[in-house]
């Protein structure tokens, strides 16, 4: 089983290229959909904090599930990075980066994807020493259009592009120039 740390965050992220995000509602039900997941090769995947049960899930998963990498999902406050490492969470993501969950990611041991969607997001976030982040949400701020730009601009940081990604764009996505490096989310 792959120990996660902030050091090698970004290369299991680019070798797991699709990262599911599940928004659960029985914890039973998210052990079997990470089964199912682990069991097509999909190993890295995010639990959203958004239901009562995403800790117990997250706890179940890594109870239940060996091998699968799980991260903590719609981090949106101080406090948020201790909950999902108590959860047993093995990373953490947000949709946004204010300045105190930046301070409390960096005080985390917990690797972190923080959520941008314009440049200068993109700028700060890196100033921060972010260089993996989630450009949220996809769709609507522009895709894979705005992607392909923004790798130019800064090849040093590696894109997962989630909101309302399905099957049908993956391909564009997984086809990103290289630089950074680049992975795609879909939410199930």
Not at 46 to 68: K, Q, Y
Not at 78 to 98: I, K
């Amino acid at each position: 089983m792959t120990t996660l740390s902030k050091t090698n965050f970004p290369e299991v992220l680019r070798a797991a290229r699709v990262m599911p995000i599940l928004t659960v509602r029985d914890v039973s039900q998210a052990v079997r959909t990470a089964q199912a997941l682990a069991a097509g090769g999909m190993t890295v995947m995010e639990i959203t904090l958004r239901t009562a049960v995403a800790v117990s899930a997250i706890r179940a998963i890594r109870d239940e599930v060996p091998g699968v990498i799980i991260g903590a999902g719609t981090l949106l406050k101080r406090g948020d990075c201790a909950r999902a490492e108590d959860a047993g969470a093995q990373f953490a993501v947000s949709p946004g980066l204010t300045d105190e969950l930046a301070q409390d990611a960096i005080q985390s041991p917990l690797p972190f994807l923080p959520g941008v969607q314009t440049a200068a997001e993109v700028m700060r976030a890196a100033g921060y020493g972010f260089r993996e982040l989630k450009f949220y949400p996809a769709r609507s701020a522009g895709g894979v259009d705005v992607l392909v730009d923004f790798s130019s601009i800064f090849p040093q940081i590696g894109w997962g592009p989630p909101g309302k990604i399905g099957p049908d764009d993956v391909a564009g996505y997984l086809a990103l120039p290289p630089g950074g490096g680049s992975y795609t989310h879909l939410t199930l």
